[in-house]
């Protein structure tokens, strides 16, 4: 059965500086797709950034990227100079290309110190 | 309009009580869900409606009822809910999944469910 894995219950980053969240995941498949979602205190969850398995290039979402390494089934998420409105819960999340079901992380709280 | 809107945003209901939470989206967008997310945990999927009809119900009890009366309205009927019920219901819609397709979903706000 597939999993994703996000083994930081937490982080915490200085403001304007970078961070990078851990996803992992394991498939024995090869069509699939990869997600980051953000959900702040508020709790309205929110697409960050999407990958495709097939694309070899990491998305890039404005000051959200992707270190996507397929053969070692990682998935990792850099928010480069941080905000205060980044603060939030992100799940990293895993669907197969033809399935409805999004298979997701158990979360990673992102605390941003001003 | 890529909106997924809920209400009511919060809902507080004895275990006697029988109250609906209402979802919709004018995406059209034919996948259509339910979740239940806890606090600090993701979210469990309940149910996926695909063009208007129950195509995955994750063994949920007979308490919660959906019904998805169009392709932009879904409904979630709550009767004789227990306090361990409560929690943030999420709605969210996608494209009809296929190969090749990604499948992402857009969720709305939520309600904010509490059992006494």
């Known amino acids: 059965a597939q999993t994703v894995t996000q083994s930081q219950p937490e982080m915490s980053v200085q403001e304007a500086e970078t961070v990078t969240l851990s996803c992992t995941y394991d498939?024995?498949?090869?069509?699939?797709?990869l997600f980051w979602y953000k959900q702040p205190p508020s709790r309205q969850m929110i697409l960050v950034i999407r990958q495709e398995a097939y694309k070899q290039q990491n998305a890039t979402e404005n000051r959200f990227s992707v270190n996507f390494q397929k053969a070692a089934k990682s998935f990792s998420l850099k928010i480069s100079d941080s905000q205060l409105g980044d603060a939030a819960m992100y799940f990293c999340?895993?669907?197969?290309?033809?399935?409805?079901?999004?298979?997701w992380g158990a979360g990673t709280k992102l605390i941003i110190k001003p | 309009d890529t909106e997924v809107t809920q209400t009511p945003k919060h809902l507080v209901m004895g275990m006697t009580n029988k109250k609906s939470l209402k979802c919709e989206q004018h995406m059209g967008h034919r996948a259509m869900y339910w979740y239940k997310q806890k606090a600090k945990k993701p979210p469990e999927l309940m149910f996926v409606?695909?063009?208007?009809?129950?195509?995955i119900n994750e063994s949920v009890p007979s308490r919660f009822s959906p019904e998805c009366p169009n392709s932009s309205l879904l409904n979630l009927h709550l009767h004789a809910l227990q306090p361990e019920d409560s929690a943030l219901y999420l709605c969210a819609s996608s494209q009809e999944g296929a190969s090749g397709l990604y499948n992402e979903q857009f969720f709305g706000p939520g309600t904010r469910l509490t059992v006494l």
């Open positions: 498939t024995s498949e090869s069509d699939y797709y």
């Open positions: 409606y695909s063009y208007e009809k129950l195509s």
């Open positions: 999340a895993y669907c197969e290309g033809s399935n409805y079901q999004l298979i």
